[in-house]
């Protein structure tokens, strides 16, 4: 188990730098971007189930950076309504593919950091696998990912109190890249079914653990 060690550095960004932490994994192991929630709504790299998805990847030897968006905590610029944080991600994951060169390049996001996320992640061929955690589909559009076929995990709680459940499972439906897995009883933030997100989140990418 890593001993989840982060640096505190700052990255640069389209508008100036990004406040981030980041940890180094193993060699040969994956290197993974996390994207938090909602800037407007109190969302940062600290938020909980970020948190945890990051840790998850460090406990399989992953090399992980989370940042805050723009204008958020020590981050530079302002809110920039989706489209500015979608550059925020993709300068994240130049940063740390020229960190580690020779391996899988992952997209992690939670909530609205999967809007902004998965966006820098479809125009990055380097991307080889994304995390969308509680996607928020019913506040923007995710018709960007028309014609994606590499593999998307994507975790819904049955009792989201604020993403519908049935409106993540409609939008990936008939996609055969798409591995959804439901958590029963889970709402948004996953207060009481951590452990069950983290599990799903790397089954696909290491099996079972």
């Known amino acids: ?118 966006q820098a992640a479809r125009t990055d061929s380097r991307v080889c696998h994304m995390f969308a955690v509680a996607p928020a589909v019913n506040y923007w559009s995710f018709a960007f990912m028309r014609g994606e076929t590499r593999p998307v995990t994507v975790i819904s709680g049955t009792d989201d109190e604020i993403v519908p459940f049935e409106r993540v499972r409609t939008s990936v439906r008939g996609k055969p890249h798409i591995h959804f897995y439901a958590i029963e009883g889970a709402g948004h933030f996953f207060p009481n079914h951590m452990p069950q997100m983290t599990e799903a989140l790397l089954k696909d990418a290491f099996g079972n653990h």
């Open 1 to 118: 188990m890593s001993s989840h060690q982060h640096r505190k550095i700052t990255i640069p960004g389209p508008v100036g730098g990004l406040q981030a932490l980041y940890h180094p994994g193993e060699e040969g192991k994956p290197a993974v971007v996390v994207c938090h929630p909602h800037p407007q709504f109190g969302g940062t790299m600290r938020n909980k189930v970020v948190y945890w998805m990051a840790r998850a990847f460090e406990g399989q030897g992953c090399s992980v950076l989370r940042f805050n968006f723009r204008g958020v905590e020590e981050s530079e610029g302002a809110w920039d309504e989706g489209r500015g944080e979608a550059d925020d991600a993709r300068a994240a994951l130049e940063w740390i593919s020229q960190m580690h060169p020779d391996e899988a390049l992952w997209l992690a996001g939670f909530s609205f950091g999967c809007y902004a996320g998965l």
